[in-house]
């Protein structure tokens, strides 16, 4: 329910705002919407919030908090649809009704089906005026992994790979540090803080070891999920690792080891998810899962295998490829050495690219399906 609505510079001005202050708690809000909400009085900001984390106030919440009195007869700029409902917290729409807001202006209505329009129309039905679509665009962007998530069941999907520029991930040794440059790994540590799951192969364990934290100094270890069909990986792995601040999840098959499993299942930090099939873990079943415990976004790191039967499974949503300027040579793996396509006219085309430089890498970054959303996700900014 996306309705045009009239506007002014201090509209567009008030719900930018809104907006900025949704993505301060980029990677904290899962599996909740990111929402900013601003009260505004003569032109000027009376108050404002956002939300912060799942089970926490909502952004109109902290907004009308910090406004106190000053939010009678003000407009609410809320860059997502007030809710109608008692989830963990009361609904916001009845909050904007006790403080006397006389107008609330949306960027978007709830992509819940099963809500959707339901805020916008209480709050008409007592007599406030409310405007729905102003900067509809923006607000999408920033909740792309929300709406993926709400609609489908299925989390919103990232596979970020660094490659030379002839194609390859690692010598044809298996060497692979560092393809890319300092400035693209650490973007990469920015990433692992924003998504709630990194997922890795088990050839990916086995060959490179990695711990898939991230090393901001103020970031956040994202869960770390391993798909392992015949449970290969090491027990000494350092995704295994207690001192990670998250779980390790390994998915694996039948065609595990009992004994391997019992041992894995009593380290601290593991679970070790089984599905009923004899090699190959369910992939599509293995994410409809995430979202059910509540991780709405995943990161994939690795490897080639795995994003090629993914990406062949329709289950990938966006593409973050760093393109070092260096030359290899060789028969070293490529980063879809899982994707098997015959003839160039049904090559997966790639929609509303982005190209920066800035890291020293050709960044590129692309959709694996035609979005209606065009744009750069905002900077994050810095959380206080």
Not at 68 to 83: F, I, N, Q, S
Not at 174 to 182: A, C, K, L, P, Q
């Amino acid at each position: 329910m996306q309705t045009s609505s009239p506007s002014n510079s201090n509209d567009e001005r008030f719900m930018k705002r809104a907006l900025d202050l949704a993505i301060k708690a980029m990677g904290r809000t899962s599996p909740n919407p990111l929402v900013g909400c601003v009260i505004a009085k003569d032109d000027q900001i009376v108050g404002e919030g956002y939300h912060l984390k799942a089970g926490t106030p909502h952004a109109e919440v902290h907004a009308l908090a910090d406004a106190g009195e000053l939010a009678r007869d003000a407009t609410a700029y809320v860059t997502l649809e007030p809710c109608s409902h008692f989830g963990r917290t009361p609904p916001c729409a009845e909050a904007l009704i006790r403080a006397g807001v006389k107008r609330v202006v949306v960027a978007m209505s709830d992509p819940n089906p099963l809500v959707s329009g339901r805020g916008i129309a209480r709050l008409r039905e007592i007599g406030i005026q409310v405007d729905v679509g102003l900067m509809c665009q923006e607000a999408s962007l920033i909740n792309e992994v929300f709406i993926k998530a709400i609609t489908t069941g299925l989390p919103f999907v990232v596979y970020k790979t660094a490659m030379t520029l002839d194609g390859k991930i690692a010598t044809e040794t298996g060497d692979s540090r560092w393809v890319s440059s300092e400035g693209s790994r650490q973007y990469v540590h920015q990433l692992r803080d924003r998504y709630d799951v990194i997922l890795a192969g088990s050839e990916t364990v086995l060959i490179d070891n990695p711990a898939l934290t991230c090393r901001l100094p103020s970031g956040r270890d994202p869960i770390r999920l391993i798909v392992d069909g015949k449970l290969r990986i090491p027990e000494n792995a350092q995704v295994l690792s207690s001192s990670a601040l998250s779980p390790c999840v390994i998915a694996t098959t039948q065609a595990a080891s009992r004994e391997k499993l019992g041992r894995l299942n009593l380290l601290s930090g593991v679970e070790v998810w089984q599905y009923d099939t004899p090699r190959h873990v369910p992939l599509e079943k293995l994410l409809c899962d995430l979202v059910r415990r509540g991780w709405t976004s995943v990161l994939l790191e690795g490897g080639g295998g795995l994003a090629g039967t993914l990406i062949k499974e329709q289950c990938v949503d966006k593409v973050e490829f760093f393109i070092a300027p260096k030359l290899v040579g060789g028969n070293g793996p490529s980063p879809l050495s899982g994707l098997h396509i015959q003839h160039m006219s049904d090559a997966l085309e790639l929609h509303d690219l982005l190209f920066d430089m800035n890291s020293g890498d050709l960044h590129v970054t692309g959709y694996t399906s035609r979005s209606e959303i065009k744009g750069q996700m905002p900077e994050v900014s810095k959380r206080n």
